[in-house]
């Protein structure tokens, strides 16, 4: 019988996403969930997105008209990415309403 090594279990694989973002949230989180599949077919565990992965408004203004609470319907689309393909997701910064 195999006996794991603690090594086994403490494996990791970080995947570093890079993407241009835009003020489209559908395009971005669509971008944003082929790079996590593709990232889990390489067997990363942990997938970082950039700042400003859901949202990159040309001011301001466009940035607070879309901010959300925590747990609002945008960072809910990333939450199920996540819980899909059994990863977790580090989310770089984006536009939240307290």
């Keep these: 019988m195999h006996t794991p090594d603690i090594g086994e ?3 990791r694989r970080i995947a570093v996403a ?3 973002s835009s003020s489209n949230i559908d ?7 082929f790079l996590t599949n593709k990232a889990v077919t390489q067997g990363a565990n942990l997938i970082c997105l950039p700042e400003n992965f859901a949202f990159m408004g040309t001011a301001d203004q466009d940035n607070l008209a879309i901010a959300e609470p ?3 319907p ?3 689309r990333y939450r199920d990415l996540a819980k899909k393909c059994a990863v977790w997701l580090s989310l770089g910064g984006f536009p939240r309403k307290k």
């Design 9 to 11: 279990f403490m494996t």
């Design 18 to 20: 890079q993407m241009t």
């Design 27 to 33: 395009d971005n989180f669509a971008q944003c969930e």
């Design 70 to 72: 925590l747990d609002g």
């Design 74 to 76: 945008l960072l809910q």
